[in-house]
C-alpha cells in the first residue's frame, strides 16, 4: 500500500490540474445549415441571388462569398469569372490580393511581441529605427521642384501612432495630399506593392527622412504605417518578415493559401484584376504598379499595410481566431485581453465625439450609433476592406462573419459592397 501511496498523489495532483486548466472556445469553421444557425435559408438565397445578377448585369466579373455564424460557414459559393478573358471560372479557392487587409494581420502579429513583453505600445518608433528620431512636420512646398520646408514636430512618433494611423506619415501615390504624392515620388518610396528589387527595410528608411501631414496624434491620416510595423518586426523577432507572420500566424492556424508571394503550385488560382472597358472586363493594365506582383518580379518586398494575398476561407479563419478571444482549435494567438486592447477606441474622437465608428489598433469598429443606423452589425463589429475590391466584417455579439472578396478597380456601378453588409445582416433568423 505504502507503494501505491506516491502514485495516488500523482493521479490527484494531475486530476487538479486538468481540472483548473482552461477550456479554450475556440472550435475551428465547420460548414453548417444556415437554419441551425439562425440564419433564414430563403434569405441567404437572396444573397446569392443578388451576387449572380451583379455578374449578370456586368457589374462585377465574379466574387466569392463567405458567410459564417458562431463557427459553422452557412454560404461559401463563387459567382462569375476571376478572368474573363481566359474564360476562366470563379471558384472557392481562388486566391486574392487582399491589399489593405494585410494591416489587421500585421497588426496581430505586432501585439504577439508586445505580448511577450519586448516594447511598449507608446515607446518611439525611433527607438527601434533610430532614422524617425526627430521627425519632421511639412510646413511649405514648392511646387516648381518638390522641395519643401519643416517645422519640427512636438513628439516622437509612437508604435501606437503607427498601428493606428495617427503618426502622420502619408500613402504616397494614393495619398489624399498632392504634396506628400509628390515628395514620396521624388524620395523613391515604395507604396502598396512592387515587382522591383527593394525590401521594407529600405523604403522605410527613406520615408523615415519625409516630412508627416501633421503633429503624431493630431489627426488620423490613412498612412504607410503598417510597412513601418513590418520593418519594426523583423527588428524585434530578428526574422525576416514573411518568415514571422507564417511561423506565427499562419500556420499555426491553417492559412495555407495566404501569402505575400504565392508558391508555384497555388499561383493558377490568382484572381484577374479587371475593369470595365466597352461593356466588357478586361485584365487590368500595369499603371505604378504591375498587378502580377505575387507571382513574378524580384518578391523581396513584404509590404504589412498592402501585400498579402488570401482566400476568403483563409481569412474567415484569421477573424473566427478574434470572435473566439485570441485562438483557434486549440492555438491561441493572443490573449482575450489583448483582443480587447486591440478593439478598443484609439483614436478618441478623431472620427467625430458620436460618430457611427472607431478606429483601434487593428480594425474600423462600430459604435451604438452605427448600430442603430442599421446595416453595419452590432455595436463592436470590426471590419475594413482591400484595394482591389475585397471587404469583411465579424460581429461578436451575433458570431457572425461575412466575407466578399472581388478584384476590381473602376468599378463604378457595383453595388454589392453594402448590398452585401445589409442582407446578411438582415438574413439573421433568431
Same mark, same amino acid.
Given at each position: 500500500?505504502?507503494?501505491?501511496?506516491?502514485?495516488?498523489? /500523482?493521479? /490527484?495532483?494531475?486530476?487538479?490540474?486538468?481540472?483548473?486548466?482552461?477550456?479554450?472556445?475556440?472550435?475551428?469553421?465547420?460548414?453548417?445549415?444556415?437554419?441551425?444557425?439562425?440564419?433564414?435559408?430563403?434569405?441567404?438565397?437572396?444573397?446569392?441571388?443578388?451576387?449572380?445578377?451583379?455578374?449578370?448585369?456586368?457589374?462585377?466579373?465574379?466574387?466569392?462569398?463567405?458567410?459564417?455564424?458562431?463557427?459553422?460557414?452557412?454560404?461559401?459559393?463563387?459567382?462569375?469569372?476571376?478572368?474573363?478573358?481566359?474564360?476562366?471560372?470563379?471558384?472557392?479557392?481562388?486566391?486574392?490580393?487582399?491589399?489593405?487587409?494585410?494591416?489587421?494581420?500585421?497588426?496581430?502579429?505586432?501585439?504577439?511581441?508586445?505580448?511577450?513583453?519586448?516594447?511598449?505600445?507608446?515607446?518611439?518608433?525611433?527607438?527601434?529605427?533610430?532614422?524617425?528620431?526627430?521627425?519632421?512636420?511639412?510646413?511649405?512646398?514648392?511646387?516648381?521642384?518638390?522641395?519643401?520646408?519643416?517645422?519640427?514636430?512636438?513628439?516622437?512618433?509612437?508604435?501606437?501612432?503607427?498601428?493606428?494611423?495617427?503618426?502622420?506619415?502619408?500613402?504616397?501615390?494614393?495619398?489624399?495630399?498632392?504634396?506628400?504624392?509628390?515628395?514620396?515620388?521624388?524620395?523613391?518610396?515604395?507604396?502598396?506593392?512592387?515587382?522591383?528589387?527593394?525590401?521594407?527595410?529600405?523604403?522605410?528608411?527613406?520615408?523615415?527622412?519625409?516630412?508627416?501631414?501633421?503633429?503624431?496624434?493630431?489627426?488620423?491620416?490613412?498612412?504607410?504605417?503598417?510597412?513601418?510595423?513590418?520593418?519594426?518586426?523583423?527588428?524585434?523577432?530578428?526574422?525576416?518578415?514573411?518568415?514571422?507572420?507564417?511561423?506565427?500566424?499562419?500556420?499555426?492556424?491553417?492559412?495555407?493559401?495566404?501569402?505575400?508571394?504565392?508558391?508555384?503550385?497555388?499561383?493558377?488560382?490568382?484572381?484577374?484584376?479587371?475593369?470595365?472597358?466597352?461593356?466588357?472586363?478586361?485584365?487590368?493594365?500595369?499603371?505604378?504598379?504591375?498587378?502580377?506582383?505575387?507571382?513574378?518580379?524580384?518578391?523581396?518586398?513584404?509590404?504589412?499595410?498592402?501585400?498579402?494575398?488570401?482566400?476568403?476561407?483563409?481569412?474567415?479563419?484569421?477573424?473566427?481566431?478574434?470572435?473566439?478571444?485570441?485562438?483557434?482549435?486549440?492555438?491561441?494567438?493572443?490573449?482575450?485581453?489583448?483582443?480587447?486592447?486591440?478593439?478598443?477606441?484609439?483614436?478618441?474622437?478623431?472620427?467625430?465625439?458620436?460618430?457611427?465608428?472607431?478606429?483601434?489598433?487593428?480594425?474600423?469598429?462600430?459604435?451604438?450609433?452605427?448600430?442603430?443606423?442599421?446595416?453595419?452589425?452590432?455595436?463592436?463589429?470590426?471590419?475594413?476592406?482591400?484595394?482591389?475590391?475585397?471587404?469583411?466584417?465579424?460581429?461578436?455579439?451575433?458570431?457572425?462573419?461575412?466575407?466578399?472578396?472581388?478584384?476590381?478597380?473602376?468599378?463604378?456601378?457595383?453595388?454589392?459592397?453594402?448590398?452585401?453588409?445589409?442582407?446578411?445582416?438582415?438574413?439573421?433568423?433568431?
Amino acid at each position: 500500500m505504502r507503494t501505491l501511496y506516491p502514485w495516488l498523489l /500523482l493521479l /490527484l495532483f494531475l486530476n487538479c490540474y486538468n481540472a483548473e486548466k482552461p477550456v479554450l472556445n475556440d472550435p475551428p469553421l465547420t460548414e453548417g445549415m444556415p437554419s441551425a444557425t439562425g440564419m433564414s435559408e430563403e434569405r441567404i438565397a437572396k444573397i446569392e441571388a443578388m451576387l449572380q445578377n451583379a455578374v449578370d448585369e456586368k457589374e462585377i466579373p465574379g466574387a466569392v462569398a463567405l458567410i459564417a455564424r458562431n463557427g459553422k460557414i452557412v454560404l461559401h459559393k463563387s459567382f462569375g469569372m476571376a478572368d474573363n478573358a481566359a474564360q476562366k471560372p470563379m471558384t472557392n479557392d481562388a486566391i486574392f490580393r487582399i491589399a489593405s487587409q494585410s494591416k489587421a494581420i500585421t497588426a496581430t502579429a505586432v501585439m504577439t511581441l508586445w505580448e511577450e513583453g519586448r516594447f511598449r505600445l507608446d515607446d518611439p518608433i525611433s527607438k527601434y529605427i533610430p532614422e524617425f528620431k526627430d521627425p519632421q512636420v511639412l510646413d511649405t512646398f514648392n511646387e516648381a521642384d518638390s522641395t519643401y520646408t519643416t517645422i519640427p514636430a512636438d513628439k516622437e512618433i509612437s508604435i501606437r501612432h503607427l498601428l493606428s494611423h495617427t503618426s502622420g506619415i502619408g500613402y504616397g501615390v494614393i495619398d489624399g495630399d498632392d504634396r506628400i504624392r509628390k515628395i514620396y515620388a521624388k524620395a523613391g518610396v515604395t507604396d502598396l506593392f512592387t515587382t522591383e528589387q527593394i525590401t521594407i527595410e529600405e523604403s522605410v528608411k527613406i520615408l523615415a527622412g519625409l516630412p508627416l501631414h501633421h503633429q503624431p496624434g493630431e489627426k488620423m491620416t490613412y498612412s504607410e504605417g503598417l510597412d513601418v510595423l513590418g520593418y519594426f518586426i523583423e527588428i524585434i523577432s530578428g526574422m525576416p518578415f514573411d518568415t514571422y507572420l507564417r511561423t506565427r500566424i499562419f500556420d499555426p492556424l491553417g492559412m495555407d493559401d495566404t501569402w505575400f508571394y504565392l508558391p508555384t503550385e497555388k499561383s493558377e488560382r490568382l484572381v484577374a484584376v479587371q475593369q470595365p472597358v466597352d461593356g466588357n472586363w478586361e485584365q487590368y493594365p500595369i499603371t505604378f504598379y504591375d498587378t502580377d506582383y505575387p507571382i513574378k518580379g524580384a518578391k523581396s518586398f513584404f509590404s504589412g499595410g498592402a501585400g498579402l494575398s488570401s482566400t476568403a476561407e483563409d481569412y474567415a479563419i484569421f477573424l473566427q481566431m478574434y470572435l473566439n478571444e485570441g485562438s483557434y482549435n486549440g492555438v491561441r494567438i493572443l490573449s482575450r485581453t489583448t483582443v480587447q486592447s486591440i478593439l478598443g477606441n484609439q483614436i478618441g474622437d478623431l472620427w467625430g465625439a458620436e460618430g457611427a465608428s472607431y478606429y483601434g489598433l487593428a480594425f474600423g469598429v462600430v459604435t451604438s450609433k452605427g448600430q442603430d443606423m442599421g446595416g453595419q452589425g452590432s455595436e463592436g463589429t470590426f471590419e475594413w476592406g482591400g484595394y482591389f475590391n475585397t471587404q469583411y466584417f465579424a460581429d461578436p455579439k451575433e458570431g457572425m462573419i461575412g466575407i466578399l472578396m472581388k478584384q476590381t478597380q473602376n468599378a463604378a456601378n457595383d453595388n454589392t459592397g453594402w448590398k452585401f453588409k445589409q442582407m446578411v445582416f438582415s438574413a439573421i433568423d433568431n
